[in-house]
């Protein structure tokens, strides 16, 4: 069983930041690229970040110069550093990850964490 938890979420004003941390536990054989997704209400599930097991970053157009994926490989945690949020970062952030666990190949995601950004 894997199980993916974030934590980190909640409420900030708008130019405010929060970092978000997900940790990975379980049967884990080997990870190979972990990211975060977002899903605003009323919209579709959006990639936000990923990195790969090497440590290669992407970023979403819209999160650009704002916010930024890393990771601890020894703790299998992922965060997101999330900078100058506005209000349209608002939604819920899931984590997931593409790993091995035995026969399984994934992909986990998260239970999601809401990030509200609000004056």
């Known amino acids: 069983q894997v199980q993916l938890v974030e934590s980190g979420g909640g409420l900030v004003r708008p130019g405010g930041s929060l970092t978000l941390s997900c940790v990975a536990s379980?049967?884990?054989?080997?990870?190979?690229?972990l990211a975060w997704y977002r899903q605003a209400q009323g919209k579709q599930r959006e990639l936000v970040a990923a990195?790969?097991?090497?440590?290669?970053?992407s970023v979403a157009d819209s999160v650009k110069g704002r916010f930024a994926i890393s990771k601890d490989s020894s703790k299998n945690t992922v965060f997101l550093q999330m900078n100058t949020l506005k209000a349209e970062d608002t939604a819920v952030y899931y984590c997931?990850?593409?790993?091995?666990?035995?026969?399984?190949?994934?992909?986990?995601w998260g239970q999601g964490i809401q990030v509200a950004v609000s004056s």
């Open positions: 997931n990850a593409v790993l091995k666990s035995g026969d399984d190949g994934g992909p986990y």
């Open positions: 379980g049967v884990i054989d080997k990870i190979y690229a």
């Open positions: 990195i790969t097991t090497g440590g290669v970053t």
